[in-house]
C-alpha cells in the first residue's frame, strides 16, 4: 500500500491552495495549518520556498507527463478528435492536475518555472495533435494538403478551448468545441 508522505502532502496543498489564491498568495503558516504541522516542519522539508515551488513544478510535471495516453485511432476522423477532446477535458478537469494547469496558466508569465512547463506542455499538446491529424491524413480520413497548417489550427484551437475549461466561465464550451471539430473535419473532408 503506497502513503502519502508529508512532503507530497505539502506539495499538494500549495497546489490545491495555489490553484485557488494564486502561488505567491500561499502563505508558509497556510501549509502549515493545512497539513496540522508547524512552520518549522514544513522548512524540514524544503530548505526554501523557492525550493517548494520548484518541487511543485517539478512533480507535477511529472504527473501530467504521466497522463499521456494512446487515443484509439478507429472512426471517423470526428469520433478520433472527439476522443481526443474527450481525454483531454478529463486531463484538464481532474484533480490535481486541473489545480497544476490552473497555476501554470496564471504564473506562466511571472515565474520563469512555470512558463518552460508551458511551453513543454505546449509542445507536447502539439506533437499529440499532429500524430492525430497526420495519422488522420494518411489513412485517408482527412485530406491535408499542408500538416503543418492543420496541425497548429487544430492545436492552438483546442489549447485555447482548454484554456477556457480552466477558467470555467464558458456556458458555450461544449457547443464551440463541437463546432471547431465538425467544421475542421469538413474542411479537410476527403473528396
Known amino acids: ?85 474527450d481525454h483531454w477535458h478529463e486531463v484538464y478537469t481532474t484533480e490535481p492536475l486541473s489545480w497544476f494547469y490552473s497555476i501554470i496558466e496564471a504564473e506562466k508569465l511571472t515565474h520563469s518555472e512555470a512558463s518552460a512547463i508551458a511551453s513543454t506542455l505546449s509542445e507536447m499538446f502539439d506533437g499529440q495533435s499532429r500524430i492525430l491529424i497526420e495519422a488522420l491524413a494518411e489513412t485517408g480520413r482527412l485530406d491535408v494538403e499542408d500538416l503543418d497548417l492543420a496541425v497548429e489550427m487544430f492545436s492552438s484551437t483546442v489549447q485555447n478551448l482548454l484554456t477556457k475549461v480552466l477558467i470555467g466561465k464558458d456556458e458555450d464550451l461544449p457547443w464551440r468545441e463541437e463546432k471547431f471539430i465538425t467544421g475542421f473535419c469538413a474542411l479537410y473532408q476527403p473528396t
Open 1 to 85: 500500500m503506497h502513503t502519502t508522505s508529508t512532503k507530497q502532502k505539502l506539495i499538494l496543498s500549495l497546489l490545491e491552495l495555489g490553484a485557488k489564491n494564486g502561488i505567491d498568495n500561499v502563505s508558509i503558516a497556510q501549509l502549515a495549518e493545512a497539513n496540522g504541522i508547524s512552520k518549522a516542519s514544513v522548512f524540514h522539508h524544503f530548505a526554501s520556498r523557492q525550493e517548494m515551488v520548484s518541487s511543485l513544478f517539478a512533480y507535477c510535471a511529472k504527473l501530467a507527463y504521466e497522463q499521456q495516453i494512446t487515443i484509439p485511432l478507429n472512426g471517423a476522423a470526428t469520433d478520433v478528435l472527439f476522443r481526443a477532446m
